[in-house]
């Protein structure tokens, strides 16, 4: 899918099967993209309902009107991915985010891990959780993605032991794992989750609580990665062995 993704919250066409995309994305669209007649671009929902549209026009700055084809459903992937990313420093957490988007993640937890040096509380950690949810529609749309990955709530290390005790796989990326993630046995179906640590690790206390909750650790590789890159690494490494990259 190379044409140009934009989101909808609505797939409602006239009797002739004109659409009219305006407000922001239509604004994008016509003065960002430039888009003319006879390209091709694709409106999505976000949540996996999409359609293959023709432009047929543009009206002012901020109105492309398009012929809308019959609207479509990607089914749910299999194994559902899901990674519990702790809260990195500064903006690394966007990039966390916009990376494993990228890659196909299905869903992304922001964790409030003990050794976190930054911490969600009160109205900035609103703006924040905000941000990462901008962050993973912006690079599904730049991905061609029609399903973006869902963003929790900010979640505390007893909800995310309660999460890992429900998935069919469940792993903590960390040095102490002896067996490499390259080689677990996986699922077909069902739900990975995985998880990466702050800067400071992932503490002893933490390790025992998810260890009791079913999740065994993992290491990755022989370098040491970023909090902020491990998590794209990991789930890379996830979609071509569950063959959801083949």
Same mark, same amino acid.
């Given at each position: 899918m190379?044409?140009?993704v934009?989101? !909808?919250?609505?797939?409602d066409?006239?009797?002739g099967?004109r659409? #009219?995309l305006?407000?922001p994305? @239509? =604004?994008? &669209? !016509?003065?960002v993209k430039?888009?003319r007649?006879?390209e091709?671009v #694709?409106?999505t929902d976000?949540a @996996? =309902?999409? &359609?293959?549209?023709?432009?047929?026009d543009t009206?002012?700055k901020d109105r492309?009107?398009?012929?809308?084809?019959p609207v479509a459903?990607?089914p749910?992937?299999e194994?559902?991915?899901t990674i519990v990313?702790?809260l990195?420093?500064g903006d690394?957490?966007?990039?966390?985010?916009?990376?494993?988007?990228?890659?196909g993640?299905?869903?992304i937890?922001p964790?409030?891990?003990?050794?976190?040096?930054t911490?969600?509380?009160?109205?900035?950690g609103?703006?924040?959780l905000?941000?990462?949810r901008?962050t993973a529609?912006?690079?599904?749309?730049q991905?061609r993605?029609?399903?973006f990955p869902?963003?929790?709530?900010?979640?505390?290390s007893k909800?995310?032991?309660?999460l890992?005790?429900k998935?069919?796989?469940?792993a903590?990326?960390?040095?102490s794992?002896?067996?490499?993630?390259?080689g677990a046995?996986?699922?077909?179906?069902?739900?990975?989750v995985l998880v990466?640590?702050?800067?400071g690790?992932?503490s002893?206390?933490?390790?025992r609580l998810?260890a009791?909750a079913g999740?065994?650790?993992?290491?990755?590789g022989?370098?040491v990665?970023r909090?902020?890159?491990?998590?794209?690494?990991a789930?890379?490494?996830l979609?071509?062995r569950?063959g959801?990259w083949?």
């Amino acid at each position: 899918m190379t044409a140009p993704v934009f989101v !909808v919250e609505h797939f409602d066409a006239d009797s002739g099967g004109r659409y #009219v995309l305006d407000g922001p994305e @239509g =604004r994008h &669209a !016509v003065s960002v993209k430039r888009l003319r007649p006879g390209e091709d671009v #694709v409106l999505t929902d976000g949540a @996996g =309902r999409w &359609a293959e549209c023709v432009v047929l026009d543009t009206e002012g700055k901020d109105r492309l009107i398009v012929r809308l084809d019959p609207v479509a459903e990607q089914p749910q992937p299999e194994p559902r991915i899901t990674i519990v990313q702790a809260l990195p420093k500064g903006d690394r957490g966007e990039l966390a985010v916009e990376t494993m988007t990228e890659v196909g993640v299905d869903a992304i937890v922001p964790w409030a891990a003990a050794r976190c040096i930054t911490q969600w509380k009160g109205e900035r950690g609103l703006k924040a959780l905000a941000k990462w949810r901008a962050t993973a529609r912006e690079a599904g749309k730049q991905s061609r993605r029609v399903r973006f990955p869902d963003v929790a709530d900010a979640a505390t290390s007893k909800q995310v032991a309660a999460l890992l005790a429900k998935a069919d796989f469940a792993a903590v990326l960390h040095e102490s794992g002896t067996e490499p993630l390259a080689g677990a046995e996986l699922p077909a179906e069902g739900e990975i989750v995985l998880v990466v640590g702050p800067e400071g690790g992932v503490s002893p206390e933490e390790l025992r609580l998810f260890a009791e909750a079913g999740a065994r650790a993992y290491r990755l590789g022989p370098s040491v990665l970023r909090t902020s890159t491990a998590g794209t690494a990991a789930a890379a490494l996830l979609l071509g062995r569950t063959g959801r990259w083949s």
